[in-house]
Nanobody, 124 residues
Framework: QVQLVESGGGVVQAGGSLKLSCAAS????????MAWFRQTPGKEREFVGA????????SYAGSVKGRFTISRDNAKNTVYLQMDSLKFEDTAVYYC?????????????????WGQGTQVTVSS
């Protein structure tokens, strides 16, 4: 069983930056593909970005490409989501997810483990 704990959410002004962290435990971190998803009330969970295991490749949703960056520190069992140039529409609960597939897939069903989520609010 893999446990995921997100942190770093908060309130930020449009145009600002925020960095989310997700600490994993319960399995060798380098054996996990990691991803970030987000969700707003009344909408389905949306893919944000992913990192393959052990972090060779990354993929991003078109809406965040060029503004968000995923990185991982295998020594600290942690994956990060650096969010720059934030927009009001980035407001959501952000979830960290972990899977056993090699690829940095955008399919939510590929991820077996999920964190509790952290709220990000971008004020205009």
């Amino acid at each position: 069983q893999v446990q995921l704990v997100e942190s770093g959410g908060g309130v930020v002004q449009a145009g600002g930056s925020l960095k989310l962290s997700c600490a994993a435990s319960g399995r060798t971190f380098s054996s996990l593909s990691m991803a970030w998803f987000r969700q707003t009330p009344g909408k389905e969970r949306e893919f944000v970005g992913a990192s393959s295991r052990p972090g060779v490749t990354t993929s991003y949703a078109g809406s965040v490409k060029g503004r968000f960056t995923i990185s991982r520190d295998n020594a600290k069992n942690t994956v990060y989501l650096q969010m720059d140039s934030l927009k009001f529409e980035d407001t959501a609960v952000y979830y960290c997810a972990a899977g056993l597939r090699y690829a940095a897939t955008m399919e939510a069903r590929a991820y077996l483990y999920w964190g509790q989520g952290t709220q990000v609010t971008v004020s205009s």
